[in-house]
């Protein structure tokens, strides 16, 4: 079974500069999560999606931040501008509908971005 | 804002060793669940727990639940070299405090096994 992919890697920018941010879940799972994880820190839920439909985006900076799941499959996460505290691991993760919420969540690898 | 705080932050054993690592938590929970983390292979899921159970196991891992107390221990027996990793505890609401599938991290505990 394919993983869940997110692109790029690693991504460098400068301050008040935007980027973007994809992910692509794993096959017929419901539900993508983003989060933000800061060096030293356990990552923190920015946004859930069930499908395409936002279920909880509260710890989302919604002056900078912005993210869709057109479809219910793919998503990107935007932040326009980027500020320095931006910089961090952006994860991103799916689990199945079905078995909530004893589902164990499945991550990607990661987007490195650091805001120069 | 982290649910968890890890104890200990780091931790250093020799391989063949057991590791146990704490997690203390704050408000009622549906079930908790450990990760790690390393640069290999990323965040993967290791056990879930939930809260009517005490403890369980899985392979060299045991994890125990006291929701009186709001804590988790895991226990690593028999360590090795590739058990070196970053370990989170994530706790998942109970339906009285939202419910869901919603994921908090605690702050992790960064454990280093030497040959």
């Known amino acids: 079974e394919a993983g869940v992919a997110q692109s790029p890697r690693y991504k460098i920018i400068e301050k008040r500069q935007s980027v973007a941010f994809w992910c692509n879940p794993i096959?017929?799972?419901?539900?993508l999560y983003w989060y933000q994880q800061i060096l030293g820190q356990g990552p923190k839920l920015l946004i859930q999606?069930?499908?395409?439909?936002?279920?909880?985006d509260s710890q989302l900076p919604k002056d900078r931040f912005s993210a869709e799941r057109l479809k219910g499959v793919d998503s990107t996460l935007k932040i326009q501008p980027a500020k320095l505290e931006d910089s961090a691991v952006y994860l991103c993760?799916?689990?199945?509908?079905?078995?909530?919420?004893?589902?164990?969540?499945?991550f990607g690898p990661g987007t490195r971005l650091t805001v120069l | 804002s982290q649910q968890g705080e890890e104890d200990p932050q780091a931790l250093s054993i020799q391989e063949g060793e057991n590791a146990t690592m704490n997690c203390s938590y704050k408000?009622?929970?549906?079930?908790l669940q450990w990760y790690r983390q390393n640069s290999g292979r990323g965040l993967v899921h290791l056990i879930l727990?939930?809260?009517?159970?005490r403890e369980k196991h899985s392979g060299r891992l045991r994890v125990t639940l006291d929701t009186s107390k709001k804590s988790s221990s895991l226990l690593i027996t028999a360590s090795r070299a590739a058990d070196t990793a970053s370990y989170f505890c994530?706790?998942?609401?109970?339906?009285?405090?939202?419910?869901?599938?919603?994921?908090?991290f605690g702050t992790g505990t960064q454990l280093k096994v030497e040959l």
């Open positions: 408000t009622s929970i549906n079930n």
């Open positions: 993760a799916s689990s199945p509908r079905r078995g909530m919420p004893y589902n164990e969540q499945f």
């Open positions: 096959s017929g799972h419901a539900t």
């Open positions: 999606f069930q499908n395409n439909g936002v279920v909880d």
């Open positions: 727990i939930r809260s009517n159970e």
């Open positions: 994530a706790t998942v609401p109970s339906i009285l405090t939202g419910g869901g599938n919603k994921l908090t």
